[in-house]
């Protein structure tokens, strides 16, 4: 015991000893950090103080080339110009009012230039140079050069600005750029891209601009460069070059674009055409639409005003965010269920009195025509959308039946279209309405569910992919903006395939009622016969309104004394040829009251150019071929 | 009621080391608001590793220097067997395989030795009940040289050096004579050409650029010449906060990791330094009394080599980005931004707490 704890002493006298010279160690080398400390910055201050403000070597990044934009056809959507801009960098100017005032009287600076270079300046670090002017002519820029010497701070830069040449049309699905904010720093920090966007200003903010960032942006090059005391390059070292960004090669066609906008006239509304073969987007309307080379070089208050306070709401992409109703477009989608669920065996008929009502009520669903259709079975119920067989049928199948068919079509999901924002719409059920207002579903809504009205909403993007499913026999395949990547260097191209996302097994017996209703549609006796006369091709339609505004029991509806934005809205959608079909369209006209007068000849005249070429009988845009066309990009096939 | 309950919440926390921790962190969280170019978005991130860090040292506070002792041959073991894992299945990241993936998520194992290398040979050499022999120094050694083998065939020389530094001041404070040292040194010098053909390219290069920056100002050479451009150029009292030209026009590379000190050093200039070098020094003598207070073998070996690798990581950052050490990838501790490092530091400082708060009431 005792020679344990001498031990233990001796131990512990030792550990101490040892731990003394550890403490003299740490002592001598801090000692040495700060002897070295003392060399570098007290008695070689002098030297490393001009070393860094004359840094003799800089790290610029070079701005790749972003990716083009093309149709199918290779005309440009979107490119790259190069332009002189006049820079300040604040934190290296003492006046910046006398400076400003001193440079207007060498080149024009407006007071929206002003305005728009303290926005600029309150966003960005004072280490950064801020545009005062853009877009300068050689006449300027050779003014200010001459004149550099006065404007230490101040500089010429050649930026790449991008440029959509055909400006509004198909803005909505092209989408368009603008600069860096803070909530894009934040999310490039988070995906790791920063470092990329050094020396970037603008980053894509909606469309597939947006979505095909990563691909359309490319990598970001380095020079390091000798700098003179003044700050300006010398000499250059060593260079890293930059990647320039993908092209992105679209689906749709700028003639065919140019031809359905053309067609909506001053009508509010939205088309979308699918090939329900492929899932490509053939066309992509938002009316009315906005030019997106209003918002690359930062959009003034002025402008930004006038689009977002504009009862039109031209800024909102309706394909992917407009709701509306269905109306009877549902019907063929209900017809379906019906004839699946074994609820409508073929010869079942009905005599339509004009109106259906439930057990032990009085209240009248109407049927939109007076006194009714007489002898009505499935298909001719499609042809004459004939409201009294659907809120019948519905009843029958029951709310949440009816609902998880047609969600095979895509309703109530989104479609994973590549834009982002896409809304999901509504396919009501009880659960539903329980959780959203905390009350018990209705068998009346059932009914109206039926015939596309109640709580029902969709997008025209999804209206269109259900018809596009429907042409399809069932088979859902993801609808595709973009449809090639391009390498810019290689030409190189990556095409996408398609991509089915659902298959429904449907009796071939039942898809035959429904699309024979639907193509009698558009023959004579069908709601939308002016749509299929002397076609050459045949089409299967159905028309649809939606009511904006509830009319009351015994109230008539009256277009004449109605507010214009009160008005239904008219829907429609269709495919064709009939028999194999290459396009799938839905189309509303906001206001437009009946879907075979307003939407239908929209949707002819978009199928006559489509798989005729036949161009509209009015004179539309310029062909855009003529005036942009690009080298990089070969023929693509038209299928 | 709520005092006596926040007197056992903090029962194991050394309130001195805990204070001077606390005051670094904060002084690192503007050091890297600057350096980030002003970024909140990494001040957050960097506040949740702090967070973390801080939960997981107030745990190993609350383990007591016995636990420690036996969970020392398991953890090693452990520790051993995801290396050698790492070295078969390992993933390759930036061209190193430092990253093992278990499925739900991905460690780096070599973390892990930080803290198991000092707690087994200080376990080891406990055993030995203080007079341990030439033998057991030999064997000391083996158990430092094969997990060490293992990290710089990664490689990762910057830990690999941490670790065995952390193992080698156990064996020094066990009481390993002095001739062997003096002999040891003498033997690695001679080994020095050996060593220099085992290394990489990369790493062969950074050691020929420490001696001569100038021949390489572009590549390899550039981290360091603009390094010490910035330290140099801060002066005796530093730009100012947020003021480093160097810093935020882009020069410095890896400014907000390993190289934050250059940040530090330019915009707080040679009295801030000299302040940092304070703080450092007032938690590592914080960190011997501890040492020289501790009740067990194990305890009094375990906190010296904490306490001293601390001291070698803060070493190791300032000489590399004032120049006078090769760059190694080591963050300076407590300031540069990092998850990993700032939670094995935390908990090596923990288990500090713990030493010293576990303490029983003996006569001496």
Known sequence: MRAELKNYQHEQYYFKIRLAFAAIFVVTLFSVLA?????????????????????????????????????????????????????????????????????????????????????????????????????????????????????????????????????????????????????????????????????????????????????????????????????????????????????????????????????????????????????????????????????????????????????????????????????????????????????????????????????????????????????????????????????????????????????????????????????????????????????????????????????????????????????????????????????????????????????????????????????????????????????????????????????KQNEKYNESTMNERHLDHALFIAYAPAEDPTIAIAIIVENGRHGGSTAGPIARKVMDYYLLGKMPLVAVAPNPIDSATNHLVEEVQHD | MISRLLGRLFKHIDSFLMATLFFTLIVGLFVLYSASGQSFARVNAQLVNILVALSLMWVAANVSPNQLERAALPLFGLGVLLLIGVALFGEVSHGARRWLNLGITTIQPSEIMRIAMPMMLAWFFAKKEGTPTTMDFCVGGLILLIPVGLIMKQPDLGTALLISASGFYIIFLAGLNWRIILGAVVGLGALMPIFWSMLHDYQRKRIEILLDPTQDPLGAGYHTIQAVIALGSGGAVGKGWLEGTQAQLDFLPERTTDFIFAVFGEEFGFLGNILLLGLFSLIIMRGLVIASQAQSTFARLLAGSITLTFFTYAFVNIGMVSGILPVVGVPLPLISYGGTSMVSLCISFGILMSIQTHKKLVAT
């Open chain 1, 35 to 551: 002897v070295r400390f003392f060399y570098l910055q007290i008695s070689h201050y002098d030297h490393y103080q001009t070393l860094a403000e004359n840094n003799r070597i800089s790290l610029v990044p070079i701005v790749p080339n972003r990716g083009l934009i093309l149709d199918r056809n290779g005309v440009v959507l979107a490119h790259n110009f190069f332009v002189y801009t006049l820079e300040i960098t604040p934190a290296k100017v003492k006046d910046m009012e006398a400076t400003i005032a001193a440079l207007s009287q060498l080149v024009e600076v407006s007071s929206l230039d002003r305005k728009r270079f303290k926005k600029f300046r309150e966003q960005s670090h004072s280490f950064e140079s801020v545009p005062i002017r853009t877009h300068l002519n050689e006449v300027e820029a050779a003014k200010f050069a001459v004149n550099h010497y006065r404007f230490p701070g101040v500089e010429i830069k050649s930026r790449l600005f991008r440029h959509y040449p055909l400006g509004k049309l198909g803005a909505h699905m092209v989408g368009y750029i603008g600069r860096i904010n803070d909530k894009d720093l934040i999310s490039l920090e988070k995906s790791g891209g920063l470092s990329n966007y050094k020396g970037s200003d603008h980053i894509g903010k909606s469309g597939v601009e947006q979505y095909y960032e990563s691909h359309l942006h490319g990598t970001t090059g380095f020079q390091q460069v000798e700098i003179d005391a003044d700050g300006h390059a010398v000499r250059v070292l060593s260079s890293t070059p930059p990647v320039p960004g993908d092209n992105l090669i679209l689906s749709a066609d700028s003639k065919l674009q140019a031809i359905a906008e053309e067609a909506f006239g001053d009508y509010r509304g939205a088309l979308v055409a699918i090939n329900p073969k492929t899932g490509e987007v053939l066309s992509y309307v938002s009316q009315p639409t906005f030019d997106p080379n209003l918002f690359v070089d930062g959009i003034d208050v002025e402008n930004w005003k006038l689009l977002n306070e504009s009862i039109d709401k031209p800024l909102v992409n309706r394909p992917l965010r407009g709701i509306y109703p269905p109306g009877s477009t549902f019907k063929p989608f209900v017809a379906l269920a019906g004839l699946e669920e074994g609820k409508r065996e073929p010869p079942f008929a009905i005599q339509d009195a004009g109106y259906f009502t439930l057990p032990n009520s009085a209240h009248r669903y109407r049927d939109w025509k007076v006194g009714g259709h007489g002898v009505v079975d499935m298909q001719r119920a499609i042809t004459i959308s004939c409201d009294t067989f659907f809120y019948g049928l519905a009843m029958e199948l029951g709310i949440d039946k009816l609902t998880s068919f047609v969600r095979h079509f895509g309703f109530g999901r989104k479609s994973g279209i590549d834009i982002h924002g896409e809304i999901e719409g509504l396919l009501p059920t009880p659960e539903w309405k329980m959780r959203r207002f905390k009350q018990k579903w209705y068998p009346g809504e059932t009914v109206i569910t039926g015939i596309g009205q109640g709580y029902t909403l969709v997008t025209p993007l999804q209206l269109a992919q259900a018809t596009a499913i429907l042409a399809n026999g069932g088979v859902a395949i993801q609808p595709r903006i973009v449809t090639q990547i391009q390498k810019a260097i290689t030409g190189e191209r990556q095409i996408i395939p398609p991509v089915v996302q659902d298959k429904v097994i449907l009796n071939a017996a039942n898809i035959a009622i429904v699309k024979q209703g639907m193509i009698d549609v558009t023959l004579p006796g069908g709601t939308a016969a002016s749509v299929g006369a002397n076609a050459g091709y045949s089409i299967a339609a159905k028309t649809g309104t939606a009511q904006v505004i509830g009319i």
